[in-house]
Antibody, heavy 116, light 112 residues
Framework: MQLVQSGEGLVQPGGSLRLSCAAS????????MDWLRQVPGKGLEWVSR????????DYANSVKGRFTISRDNAKNTVSLQMNSLRAEDTAIYYC??????????WGQGSLVSVSS | DIVMTQSPLSLPVTLGQPASISCRST???????????LNWFQQRPGQSPRRLIY???NRDSGVPDRFSGSGSGTDFTLKISRVEAEDVGIYFC?????????FGQGTKVEIK
């Protein structure tokens, strides 16, 4: 099983960026998917979750109203649209497979830097 | 939110010696279904994390048997029976029992 991320980059404060994650090697539609982030040298923070069919989403308070998670089960992809980015959103973002209470697979990580 | 507290945060170890990392949660991690979703991950420099242990004590396929997990309720431990050079990295616990996953701060294991 594999999760391959794309879309990293440097963005100005207030800007937008979209991260994508392509899944392979497992039945994508059978799993909820989550995004986590890690400030380099610091701990991990859960960011967002989407259920198996995309009908339910959850967000950390720190990103609610600014980030949107979505998925396309036909294309085996999950995305994170990040708007109104702030300096404190700077982190490595990981796409992960939610195996109910645990993480079954990790993407390679996408570095998002928010700076003017 | 459930707070996960690890100790120590830095762990210098002599090759071949044991190592132990503690992880404590602010609430019980026993799920209503009876399972305890406490996980341990290893993150080597420049890599994505890799799961070592799930549901407290279940070792993942391919994980050396020198790694073991134990504990219950709010108090958990990861042990390495004999540290090898490839074990250098950051280890962190994660609770998946409550809907908002939370993580320990990480413990940096290095060779003395």
């Amino acid at each position: 099983m594999q999760l391959v991320q794309s879309g990293e980059g440097l963005v100005q404060p207030g800007g937008s960026l979209r991260l994508s994650c392509a899944a392979s090697g497992f039945t994508f539609s059978s799993f909820s998917m989550d995004w986590l982030r890690q400030v380099p040298g610091k701990g991990l923070e859960w960011v967002s979750r989407i259920n198996r069919d995309g009908t339910a989403t959850d967000y950390a308070n720190s990103v609610k109203g600014r980030f949107t998670i979505s998925r396309d089960n036909a294309k085996n992809t999950v995305s994170l649209q990040m708007n109104s980015l702030r300096a404190e959103d700077t982190a490595i973002y990981y796409c992960v497979r939610n195996d109910y209470g645990t993480i079954g697979s990790w993407g390679q990580g996408s570095l998002v830097s928010v700076s003017s | 939110d459930i707070v996960m507290t690890q100790s120590p945060l830095s762990l210098p170890v002599t090759l071949g010696q044991p190592a132990s990392i503690s992880c404590r949660s602010t609430q019980s991690l026993v799920h209503s279904n009876g399972n305890t979703y406490l996980n341990w991950f290893q993150q080597r420099p420049g890599q994505s994390p890799r799961r070592l242990i799930y549901k407290v004590s279940n070792r993942d396929s391919g994980v050396p048997d020198r790694f073991s997990g134990s504990g219950s309720g709010t108090d958990f431990t990861l042990k390495i029976s004999r540290v090898e050079a490839e074990d250098v990295g950051i280890y962190f616990c994660m609770q998946g029992t409550h809907w908002l996953w939370t993580f320990g701060q990480g413990t940096k294991v290095e060779i003395k």
